[in-house]
Structure formats: C-alpha cells, structure tokens
Antibody, heavy 117, light 106 residues
Framework: EVQLVETGGGLIQPGGSLRLSCSAS????????MSWVRQAPGKGLEWVSV???????YYADSVKGRFTISRDNSKNTLFLQMNSLRAEDTAVYYC???????????WGQGTLVTVSS | EVVLTQSPATLSLSPGERATLSCRAS??????LAWYQQKPGQAPRLVIY???NRATGIPDRFSGSGSGTDFTLTISSLEPEDFAVYYC?????????FGQGTKVEL
C-alpha cells in the first residue's frame, strides 16, 4: 500500500524558512515522480512543484526562486525547502506521487504551514 | 497559463440523481485533463485521468468526456459517499493548474 507522510509544518514568521519532508513507502520511490500541491484554508488546490527521476524540477511561478524541491532516494524521502515565506504561502502542503502519465495518483494527508507574525 | 473554469460552483442533488460537472480550459489542452474528488478533512483522490479513464478503484458510475477545451465529469447515480468537492486539473504545459472546484452537495 502506498503511504506518504508529510512532516515539518508549523507556524513561521514572514520572511522565514521551513523545510517540509515526505516519507514514502509501499512503492519504489527512486523510480517515482513526486510533487507538492498546496491548499490555502478554505480554498482550492494549487500545484507547487514536481521532481522527476532524473532530478529535473519545475515550479509554479508563485514559488519560483523561493522554494526548492529535492529528494533522497536512499531515505525514500521528498523535501520542500521554503524560503522567504509570505502570508500567502499559508496552506496545507500535500506530497503526491505523480504517475508515469503525470497525474497525482497518491496523496499524503498534508502538513499545515502558517506564515504569520 | 491555462485557466480552468469549473461550473457550476455548487450542485445540489439527491442520492440516485445524475451529476454533470463542467470544466472549460482557456486554450486547447487536448485530452490532458484529470478530475479529483476531495472530501472534508481529506486529501484529494484521483478519479479520472486523460479526460476519460477511470483511476484504480473508481466505480463505473463515474465517467469523463471531452477534449480540447470542454470537459465533463458525470456521476450517473449519486451515492452518499460521492458528495464532495471535485477539481479538474491539466498537464498540457507548465504550470499545471487546477480549476476552482465544484461542490456536489446534498
């Protein structure tokens, strides 16, 4: 069974940094494409970033230059380094596996990031 | 950026009724569209991918259609567990974007 568990969320002041982790199990992590998707409180879904098995990465314009996605295949873990955080980055951040056809086919339960002074 | 517009915002129906949800793209995205279901307090779940293919474990009362700019998710006969918010999402180009969601309510 695919399991994705996000950790690292919390309350952070504007301008601060936070690193999210996603621990994966139940599938061959090193062969998987992985992504982050976020959801502001009471709002819709927003794709944030994706990383492929060749370590190529793509980002939403709203986070480009501030967020960095990475992976550690030896630890089956996905990361999202978030710098220069803003109030509008407040959201639940979901880790998602991306299928070979580039759809989000498995999701974690999410971790809440709150950016506030 | 491709903008996906979902309609209606809210669909009020009863169990056993047919639900028809629409997603319109601001430019042609071929068949590169998916639908996700999200229940309160839960993560989204993939329902339909590549416009018309059901994801693993999705019952056949769910069907998707469309290509280009106009897409439809149909639930042929609503079950109590189908009441949720549904989002469409494209992967035609970067950035991937979602629609704003349609709430199917009782």
């Amino acid at each position: 069974e695919v399991q994705l568990v996000e950790t690292g969320g919390g309350l952070i002041q504007p301008g601060g940094s936070l690193r999210l982790s996603c621990s994966a199990s139940g599938f061959t992590f090193s062969s998987a494409f992985m992504s982050w998707v976020r959801q502001a409180p009471g709002k819709g879904l927003e794709w944030v970033s994706v990383i492929y098995t060749d370590d190529s990465t793509y980002y939403a314009d709203s986070v480009k230059g501030r967020f960095t996605i990475s992976r550690d295949n030896s630890k089956n873990t996905l990361f999202l380094q978030m710098n220069s955080l803003r109030a509008e980055d407040t959201a639940v951040y979901y880790c998602a596996r991306v299928s070979l056809l580039n759809w989000f086919d498995s999701w974690g339960q999410g971790t809440l990031v709150t950016v506030s002074s | 950026e491709v903008v996906l517009t979902q309609s209606p915002a809210t669909l009020s129906l009863s169990p056993g009724e047919r639900a028809t949800l629409s997603c319109r793209a601001s430019q042609s995205i071929s068949f590169y569209l998916a639908w996700y279901q999200q229940k309160p307090g839960q993560a989204p779940r993939l329902v339909i991918y590549d416009a018309s293919n059901r994801a693993t474990g999705i019952p056949d009362r769910f069907s998707g259609s469309g290509s280009g700019t106009d897409f439809t998710l149909t639930i042929s006969s609503l079950e109590p567990e189908d009441f949720a918010v549904y989002y469409c999402q494209h992967r035609h180009n970067w950035p991937w974007t979602f629609g704003q969601g349609t709430k199917v309510e009782l």
